[in-house]
């Protein structure tokens, strides 16, 4: 009985050979929205590569706190390469269907590099708390040995939480239909067509969401209230402003991420929001943080303002140089070489 039961479970048991992403609903000026978001693409890679190269280049910026900024670059980076490709062939080009594995890869990536964005976050916070809280005490708990530690974490975290969520869809099965309600290969539009129970996946994409998003946002915010609170004790304003500074490019981070993230989904379980709207917004989540996140750092970081002036004055003496070397010598000119 129980063999010809096991035979049972294994023929009812679906697997389908490909997926058919849906996407947008009655969209007709989509093309727009898709080049849109190709510009977006190019310039999320150009940004965080220079960001990449700027920290890599100058050594005043090999420090713990550069260490973090160079994590988030690199996840901002692989993030929108896993997401915006994929999503402009799927739709600018009409190649809808997606392969079994291929759905699955293409959800774990999406969802692994936004866990990673969301704990770099922490370890930011991490770093400004002990900056204004225990200044005495910062370069011997801000390390590069504790910040190597930390970023580990947060990619095993991230890993051990997002492959349990993409390995259970493996263990359901699609025998009513394979026409998935988003614009990729998400976690519960994919697990809610399957025909057997989804309870399971359900839980885990709960704890999920909970440990990738919430407990980051609850650490976030309470190492904000104790940075708040060391800093009514400083009696200078002019001080308290000036630590204050030093706040102001992570906290814009941490409001362009989870704000439209929280947004996303608390929409999500208000059904008259109309389909288009809801994934519009998912989309611009994924991909505008990765966009803005290098150009705040360069526009509001002192040290990478001064980091890109020293690299520009360094080009410009090789180009003087170049064109001092390709000049003829005269006979009453003197050249100075520095």
Known sequence: MEESSFALSNMTFVRPAHFYINGFYDFPHGTYFYIFLCFVYIMTVFGNVVLLLIILLVRSLHTPKYMIVFNLALTDLCGSTALIPKLLDTFLFENRYISYEACLSYMFFVLFFGSVQSWT???MSFDRF?????PLHYHSVVSKPVIAALLTFVWL???GVIAPLAGLIDRLSFCKTVVIQSFYCDNAPVYRISCNTYFINNQVGIFSAVIMLLVPLALVGCSYACITYALKRIVSGGERLKALKTCTS???????????VISTNIAVHFPNFHPN???INSALTHTVPALLNPFIYSLKTEEMLTAIKKILS?????????????????KNDIYIYI
Request: glycine share 0%.
């Open 157 to 159: 975290l991230a890993l």
């Open 121 to 123: 976050l922490v370890a």
């Open 250 to 260: 992570h906290l814009i981070l941490v409001a362009i991420f989870f704000i439209p």
């Open 130 to 134: 002990v900056a204004i809280c225990f």
């Open 277 to 279: 709207t809801r994934m």
């Open 314 to 330: 360094k080009v410009s003496k090789v180009k003087n140089i170049v064109i001092l070397s390709n000049s003829p010598l005269r």
